[in-house]
């Protein structure tokens, strides 16, 4: 044993339900978007766990949550450990919340046993990591890192109409027993536990998963603009529409650019058409288009034929095309030395493990640009997540957070 202390799984899986009624959706999973009232409920709830516990509460300026467990020497930078609470509209109750929750109980069961680190422990919430509200994803994270807020951030409007900056306020002020604090703080080493969100741990029956790096991902948000029309009256030769142009590119997108390279991903997520009536043609056709691959020349490929490929079709409808990329990501390597902290830590709770790329974006990218990061993933049934149906074993749990405290244990030594 690393340290001869374990967590307490009972109560991580009690958390785990506590958190999920917060934005509980009808068919199991949680609705909890970035910035909202539930989002600021699930912070408060966590932040009134850690005061009862006698845990230090701060938040930074973009609203990351941080709770502070003081080390022997509390001038050491902190060993940051946590993920995030924000979720998919109709996403799963363990995406990010597993990961939060486990730090949590990592600091908890140091707590109960009275195991003194030598440097600060630190629980993170970031915040929006999932950027389905309010696009880029990873905002906390990334704020911090750049230790700075993008001014362009304060011109975003939800689709439900809110303004980022309103929501990043009242979020702030919602919780005023949290003392503030500014960017900028030294981070000994950052480690996240989470879903895998992929079915390979699953089908080769593994509990851990180190995760050596995580493939790139862009998001692009096209806009064909054509000319609203009459529905009965305007004759082919006379359109200009805008969605038939779009329809063209993704069906020809579709059926080239994942099946000829297995390991390129191609989403469109959300299409919306102006005016959007029945008996009229559409003005403007948008589209976002999530990008990803492990190598980010390949992305930048990618990227070039969407874009052709747009422009070819937009014009044979005599219409306009505009990109705009609302969030760029290249890929991240985790650093040998963390991924062998794992490892040993897999070993001392007697779990099997594997290395493996991340096919999903994390904090852990970002924060790995100031601290050396890693990540540690438990299996996902079915692979499925991004859903409400996102489910990981009860044992899987206990093994996550198993890992995590082991290895924190090693990291706040000194
Ligand atoms: C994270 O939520 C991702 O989309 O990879
Ligand atoms: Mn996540
Ligand atoms: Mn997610």
Not at 42 to 70: C, K, M, T
Not at 82 to 102: E, K, M, N
Not at 141 to 148: G, L
Not at 212 to 229: D, N
């Amino acid at each position: 044993m690393i340290a001869d202390i374990d967590i307490d799984g009972a109560r991580l899986l009690g958390r785990l339900d506590q958190f999920a009624e917060i934005g509980a959706t009808p068919r199991g999973g949680v609705n909890r978007q970035a910035l909202t009232g539930l989002d600021r409920e699930a912070r408060s709830l966590l932040a009134g766990l850690a005061a009862a516990r006698g845990f230090g509460v701060f938040q930074d300026p973009v609203a990351n949550l941080f709770i502070r467990r003081s080390g022997r020497d509390d001038s050491a930078a902190p060993l940051l450990i946590g993920s995030h609470l924000d979720s998919q509209p109709a996403g799963g109750r363990f995406d990010g919340a597993l990961g939060t929750l486990s730090a949590f109980e990592v600091l908890e069961s140091l707590e109960d046993t009275g195991i003194e680190t030598e440097r600060p422990v630190e629980v993170v919430a970031w915040t929006n990591e999932e950027g389905c509200r309010f696009a880029p994803g990873c905002m906390g994270s990334s704020a911090f890192s750049a230790r700075a807020i993008p001014a362009a951030w304060f011109e975003l409007v939800s689709a439900d109409g809110a303004m980022f900056g309103a929501e990043l306020k009242a979020t702030l002020e919602a919780l005023p027993e949290a003392t503030m604090r500014d960017f900028g703080m030294p981070v000994h080493a950052y480690l996240e536990v989470h879903i895998e969100q992929g079915p390979s741990l699953e089908k080769e029956d593994i509990p851990i998963g180190i995760v050596t790096g995580i493939q790139g991902t862009r998001w692009l948000q096209v806009e064909v603009s054509g000319q609203t029309a009459h529905a009965g009256t305007t004759a082919l030769s006379y359109r200009r529409d805008p969605l038939r142009a779009m329809i063209s590119a993704l069906d020809t997108l579709y059926s080239t650019v994942m099946p000829q390279d297995e390991s390129a991903r191609f989403t469109v997520g959300r299409i919306e058409v102006e005016p959007g009536a029945i008996n009229a043609i559409p003005e403007l056709a948008r589209c976002t288009i999530d990008i990803r691959h492990p190598d980010s020349l390949e992305v930048d490929r990618l990227n070039a034929t969407i874009e052709q490929c747009f422009h070819e079709r937009a014009k044979v409808q005599c219409c306009e095309v505009l990109f705009k990329r609302s969030f760029d990501m290249s890929p991240a390597n985790f650093p040998e030395k963390l991924l062998v902290v794992l490892e040993r830590a897999g070993d001392v709770a007697g779990l099997a493990t594997k290395r493996m790329v991340s096919g999903a974006f994390h904090d852990a990218l970002f924060i790995n640009r100031i601290a050396p990061s890693a990540m540690i993933f438990v299996p996902c049934r079915d692979g499925l997540s991004h859903n409400e149906a996102e489910y990981t074993a009860p044992e899987h749990v206990v093994s996550g957070a198993r890992v995590l405290l082991q290895s924190t244990v090693e990291l706040a030594k000194g």
